[in-house]
């Protein structure tokens, strides 16, 4: 299950993760499996809309069942597609790098984690850094 706790942990090791790599200040959302919100830290300095950025990053992986990687190729060969996807989500969805479905070790879904603050592709991989630390299963949407 994905608990405050956890997702919290989640959290630090994925800001820790950006620290290490000396990333811009950095936003995480963690979601439930339903798209609530279970826990956002933004970091001293990470911009105004960063928490809404990250909370679309992770929504739109779980309202698709796929990665980040996989949302941003989807969107990029079909853009007029996803720009209506975006408008009728109300703005909840970014397809792009960064948000990472959580699974359990048989594979169902728990939620997802959405970062933003540096380029996707590093968001991305703070993501899974975090993921990873508290030993849960991370589906970005394929290989880069």
Do not use: Y
């Amino acid at each position: 299950m994905l608990t405050l706790a956890v997702s919290n942990r989640l959290i630090e090791a994925a800001l820790a993760e950006g620290r290490k790599r000396n990333l811009q200040p950095l936003t995480v959302a963690v979601l439930d499996a339903g798209g609530h919100l279970i826990a956002l830290q933004r970091e001293d300095g990470s911009s105004l809309m960063r928490p809404q950025i990250a909370t679309a990053k992770a929504w739109g992986t779980l309202g698709f069942g796929f990665g980040g990687r996989e949302l941003a190729r989807r969107a990029t060969a079909n853009p007029t597609f996803f720009n209506m996807l975006i408008e009728l989500s109300e703005g909840k969805m970014a397809p792009v790098q960064g948000g990472v479905i959580i699974r359990d070790a048989g594979g169902a879904v728990l939620g997802a984690v959405g970062i933003t603050g540096d380029q996707s592709l590093q968001d991305e991989a703070c993501a899974l850094a975090g993921i990873a630390a508290v030993g849960l299963v991370a589906d970005p949407g394929g290989e880069i």
